[in-house]
């Protein structure tokens, strides 16, 4: 099924500067005769641009090191500088990762580490093989508000106020960064915004998967949920940066087609592995596994591929709010990945007042009812301020 219609992804206008960073990520044998036109007349600072949007500096730099009589002279040292940045970082992250494990471990806390440090250790065997802005720790819903203050101990401040009291209900995370150090932590008490049939936090503890680190065991997702959780991660965001498709690609030899065809039966979402596998195979040249392609690609997969192109093509930002120039493009490509069911509840998420409302027009608690007939005019009014939201 992928080899007869792969070619319904338009990938003809391709940059070269994209079409060689594609190459350089692609999971096949880098040939210097191949590469060399490839690198023949290109705008690299550009490329520089590219590899470093697409948060692939460690993989680029890897690839690039064993080719360096291609590239110009100033290529190689500017890449190696931002891999030993992104090296440090990873190492800053893992320090606060453990200092937070221990912290929540004492108050009886179970943590789910998502992305950050661990994913490159469970992909790569490397945290510098992989780059993270942030952490991101999943917990029971019955400890966010207890974790939250956990972190408030350990210096860390809430970006957002709780002034009103439907928080859970408005979002699946909450975002807290230390002044000091400067790492941002997310707590997510759901995988997902919207989420449909997710697993919930039991049946992912269940089936957790325990990664070691200078000495300490912290736990991730892994197997059918990690690879189910970055195709819906990846298609949320657009697959706006490269990063996160080249962690598909580097998970499927991985995975197995029949759980992951059970999984899926169970929890939905066929469209958000259909869209991974389309874009991973004809981008990167993933080995696709075909029973898996055959259960998952589709009419509807082929459209929201092809919407994501669109975002890759242009090195548009899409988090946390969506360039002007692709706003549009993105609500609408953002309804066509959702059930009926999530449509549903993300316009209804919509109505609720928020805490910025509060914070944009304090009323007093026992007026607070008003927010929700004012919520549009408040709305519109911060739209109108912030134009390019």
């Known amino acids: 099924m992928m080899t007869n219609t792969a070619d319904a992804l338009y990938v003809h206008d391709l940059s070269r500067e994209l079409l060689l ?12 005769e191949a590469l060399r036109p490839l690198t023949a007349d290109l705008d690299w600072a550009l490329f520089n641009k590219l590899v470093v949007h697409h948060r692939v500096v460690p993989p680029v730099y890897l690839a690039l090191q064993e080719h360096s009589a ?3 002279e100033h290529v190689i040292p500017f890449l190696h500088r931002h891999y030993h940045q992104n090296m440090m970082k990873m190492l800053h992250l893992g320090r606060a990762m453990s200092q937070v494990r221990e912290a929540f471990e004492h108050s009886g806390i179970r943590s789910l580490w998502l992305k950050g ?5 469970q992909l790569y065997g490397d945290m510098a093989r992989r780059s993270s802005k942030d952490l991101d720790v999943l917990v029971d819903d019955r400890d966010v508000e207890k974790a939250r203050e956990i972190l408030i101990e350990l210096g860390y401040v809430p970006e957002e106020e709780w002034l009103l009291n439907n928080w859970k209900r408005k979002s699946h995370h909450l975002s807290m960064e230390h002044p000091e150090h400067g790492v941002q932590v997310e707590i997510h008490w759901q995988l997902s915004p919207h989420s449909g049939k ?5 049946d992912l503890w269940s089936r957790r998967k325990e990664i070691v680190l200078s000495g300490q065991s912290f736990y991730g997702i892994g197997g059918e949920d990690l690879l189910h959780y970055l195709a819906k991660h990846g298609a949320r965001h657009g697959w706006f940066r490269l990063r996160w498709l080249l962690d598909i690609a ?3 030899p991985q995975s197995s087609s029949a759980n992951m065809i059970a999984h899926l039966k169970l929890h939905g979402g066929r469209h958000y592995i259909g869209q991974a596998l389309l874009l991973s ?12 392609a055959d259960e998952t690609v589709s009419v509807r997969s082929y459209r929201l591929a092809g919407m994501a192109l669109h975002y890759i093509k242009r090195m548009v930002q899409l988090n946390p709010v969506p360039e002007k120039s ?24 919509k109505l609720l007042p928020s805490s910025r409302d509060a914070l944009m027009l304090p009323l007093p608690k026992p007026l607070r009812f008003l ?14 301020k912030q134009p390019s939201l």
């Open 21 to 32: 960073l594609l190459h350089l990520l692609g999971k096949r044998q880098l040939d210097t």
């Open 70 to 72: 291609l590239v110009p």
């Open 117 to 121: 440090p661990l994913l490159a250790l």
């Open 198 to 202: 997710d697993c919930t936090f039991d």
């Open 250 to 252: 580097d998970l499927l």
């Open 281 to 292: 195979g004809q981008l990167l040249s993933a080995a696709v596994p075909k029973a898996l």
């Open 326 to 349: 692709v706003a549009w493009h993105y609500h609408r490509y953002l309804f066509l990945l959702m059930s009926g069911k999530q449509r549903v509840a993300y316009i209804a998420g």
């Open 371 to 384: 927010y929700y007939p004012l919520r549009p005019f408040l709305w519109f009014w911060r739209r109108m």
